[in-house]
């Protein structure tokens, strides 16, 4: 139960928080000439990963969603930061959502089979009656 409410605190209100101090402890150190001039427009995918990291922290569809953000954030920022371009790495995109959609339908024939969860759960319910078979 302890360990449910302590996830519960780690999410997309936390890592929001968290972005908006950085942000305002950034523009208050230039504001007060501790660091020089902070270029946001290069770091902005930041943003994305950062939302992406705490939907990571949330339930299964969230989680997929926090993947995305976290993917297009680093997409972004090595394209922002370094000398790579759109032009150089937008072939790496249609591969990875081929993978990704082998991915999703693998795991759709998976479910509709019974997955992984089902053959889990009758093994423990035989385990289970195989225990009390013992004790009687």
Do not use: C, Y
């Not at 402890?25 to 001039?37: A, C, M, N, Q, Y």
């Amino acid at each position: 139960m302890e360990s449910t409410r302590s996830a519960n605190r780690v999410g997309p209100k936390l890592v929001f928080g968290i972005l908006l101090m950085a942000a305002g402890l950034s523009s208050l150190l230039e504001r007060l000439g501790v660091i020089d001039h902070f270029d946001l427009g290069r770091w902005w995918p930041l943003i994305l990963v950062a939302i992406g990291a705490g939907k990571l922290t949330g339930q299964a569809p969230d989680r997929q969603q926090g993947w995305f953000f976290l993917g297009m954030g680093a997409w972004f920022l090595i394209i922002t930061t370094t000398a790579v371009s759109f032009g150089d790495t937008w072939p790496v995109l249609l591969l990875l959502w081929g993978v990704s959609t082998i991915w999703s339908g693998l795991r759709k024939q998976d479910v509709a089979r019974g997955g992984d969860a089902a053959v889990d759960s009758i093994a423990r319910a035989d385990e289970a009656s195989r225990e009390n078979s013992h004790v009687n």
